[in-house]
């Protein structure tokens, strides 16, 4: 795709691109002060789902950076919206940072949604998702994303555990994170803009960029984060533009 | 596939057929003494990786069952046999009860070894995998089955966690359990037979008859264990015979 003549609003993910860990990346605080000084209008689309969104946010500024809770999407909380307006009765294997904030789970659940556990995988709780899904409960997984980068390293991510359901129940989950199409347009329509007013900034080639581009927006590939040489390459997915990290990709925007 | 004339071996699934968890199916054992009897030679193949042969095989005898422990070959012992053969320096990634029986972790992995863990699969474990497989080790998993029979109801196999460690990492696992050909191969190698005088018996459809299949060896599919209704109407994998259970597909054989 090419980058759009007239950008009003930026789609950002967080981890890799603003911070790592705990850290903010090299020269991010400022970029994104920049990028806010030049009247454009910011989201912060995230599948993080082993911390609440007000967390993030806590964390987000104690780093430096200047941003209203409200403009951080998540993952998770697209999950409960679709758990709602839909009346399923969900089974939740979710962190338990999360499990607050998602609610109880049903007595006889009709739906198994699934979050990014991390450390609080176990093999009894997915041997429970995976005799529902046989029972033929359906699968909602709040993303696909095969690994993220973690402080230190390369860390699995809870795709594996939605291609693992998937294989074994012989299913195939719906995601309502990134890349879903409708978690985009939720975005763009929450701005008030259409999707060749908006670029998205992110690491993730097939989850951010992919996405991004199935949902008609031009994305930037950052150099930071889960970004391994090649990713630039792909036969199917062409990011918009390719900047070494977030900075250099707000430099591109608003010079 | 058919049935062949002139049968002279025949391979046996262990859990699902001869038994669910420690109870022995009904009219398993009088018929594998009818088996026997009639001067066939048997092995056992078995992908469960979570107990060594040699307890499956007091277990065995103890629900009343009559064989020796050589007649057993598992997954596990086959990994074992290609990390020997082609001297690799392997991460085992191994339920403890059969950690002893594998031999020690290499202080620098040149390959992952993947086993049922069972509830002991973490996250943590799978990480240390998932970043050896990012570095560049190749992953060789004992089995690929999606699921089982546990006595108290279907149960989620170690095929989840090897499609989940292949999604994330990129990778495509070599498995040297049940349904690869060389599995076959070495069971009909040392019971001096060729493939079209050999059957197996199995209750699963891809590893077991697919497998058998892809070996030139006709499969008996039983209604017993993981068998789901559907099984016997796959387009790809052709049972010779689909039968109600071991006592029904023993008297197919011998009358």
């Given at each position: 795709m090419?980058?759009?003549n007239d950008v009003?609003?930026?789609l950002i993910d967080l981890a890799g691109v603003l911070h790592t860990g705990d850290e903010a990346l090299a020269g991010a605080v400022p970029a994104l002060k920049r990028l806010r000084g030049a009247g454009l209008v910011l989201r912060f689309l995230t599948n993080t789902t082993r911390t609440p969104g007000s967390v993030l946010f806590t964390k987000l500024c104690r780093m430096g950076f200047e941003l209203s809770a409200g403009e951080?999407?998540?993952a998770a909380l697209a999950a409960r919206t679709v758990v709602r307006e839909r009346g399923l009765r969900p089974h939740w294997?979710?962190?338990?940072?999360?499990a607050g904030e998602m609610g109880p789970d049903a007595a006889e659940p009709d739906v198994v949604v699934l979050g990014d556990m991390g450390e609080h995988?176990?093999?009894a709780g997915l041997n429970r998702a995976f005799r529902l899904l046989m029972q033929g409960c359906p699968l909602i997984a709040m993303a696909r994303n095969r690994y993220f980068m973690e402080s230190d390293?390369?860390?699995?991510?809870m795709g594996a555990f939605v291609a693992g359901l998937e294989y074994s129940a012989g299913v195939r989950a719906e995601i309502v994170g990134k890349p879903a199409p409708a978690f985009f347009a939720a975005a763009l329509a929450?701005?008030?803009v259409t999707a060749d007013q908006a670029v998205l900034i992110g690491d993730d080639l097939s989850d951010d960029i992919g996405g991004a581009q199935a949902a008609g927006i031009a994305g930037i590939l950052l150099r930071t984060g889960k970004f391994r040489p090649g990713d630039d390459?792909?036969?199917d997915i062409r990011p918009a533009l390719t900047a070494d990290d977030f900075a250099a990709a707000v430099d591109r925007l608003v010079g």
């Open positions: 090419e980058m759009p009003k609003a930026v951080i999407q998540t294997m979710v962190h338990p940072n999360i995988f176990s093999y390293g390369l860390a699995l991510d929450e701005l008030g390459a792909s036969p």
